[in-house]
């Protein structure tokens, strides 16, 4: 049983060192729980950047792109996101948990194919610096979300978002700004 624990410990040290020498780069003074996963998949990078912390459960998941996260950003359990069309993530942002952050999208217009068949959009996402978005969110392909943004809890943004708006709801529509 020791013997088992000490192999496995060991594989995950040379795993983390490969990371960590490849495709991974975390500033100084990260926090990352240890129920979180940083996964590179099939090619890209993971960046984190100074003072930021990823708490129990998050997952971040390249597949082939680049997951880039700012300086003293909170990202929190149970969140999500993924890297297949590039997701930027700017300094000073809070993701509440369980929050999803998808660059992509499948193609469905062919009836006679598959979904499966029919590949994917990997426009990418973009969030500015000075964003909060709240619980339970979903951002998805080809949005940006403007500086100094607030999204409400449990809504989709399908659409980019203006700097210094408040948005809530499915799809995710401006209510406010928070410079008026």
Do not use: W
């Not at 990371?19 to 100084?28: D, E, F, N, R």
């Not at 607030?150 to 943004?157: F, L, M, R, W, Y």
């Amino acid at each position: 049983m020791i013997r088992k624990l000490f192999n496995y410990l060991l594989i995950e040290m040379r795993r983390l060192r490969f990371l960590l020498k490849h495709s991974v780069h975390i500033g100084k003074q990260v926090r990352i729980s240890g129920s979180a996963k940083l996964e590179v998949i099939n090619g890209g990078s993971i960046s984190i950047g100074d003072k930021t912390e990823i708490l129990h459960g998050a997952l971040l998941m390249t597949y082939g792109g680049k997951i880039t996260i700012g300086q003293k950003c909170s990202i929190n359990p149970y969140t999500i996101i993924y890297g297949h069309g590039n997701t930027h993530i700017g300094n000073n942002v809070l993701i509440a948990g369980q929050c999803m952050i998808v660059p992509s999208g499948h193609v469905f217009s062919d009836i006679q194919k598959t979904i499966n068949a029919q590949g994917v959009t990997c426009q990418g996402i973009v969030i500015e610096d000075d964003v909060l978005i709240s619980h339970g969110c979903s951002i998805l392909d080809g949005v940006t979300i403007g500086r100094g943004s607030v999204i409400g809890a449990g809504s989709v943004v399908t659409k980019s978002i203006p700097p210094f708006s408040v948005c809530v709801g499915v799809p995710a529509k401006i209510i406010s700004k928070r410079d008026a």
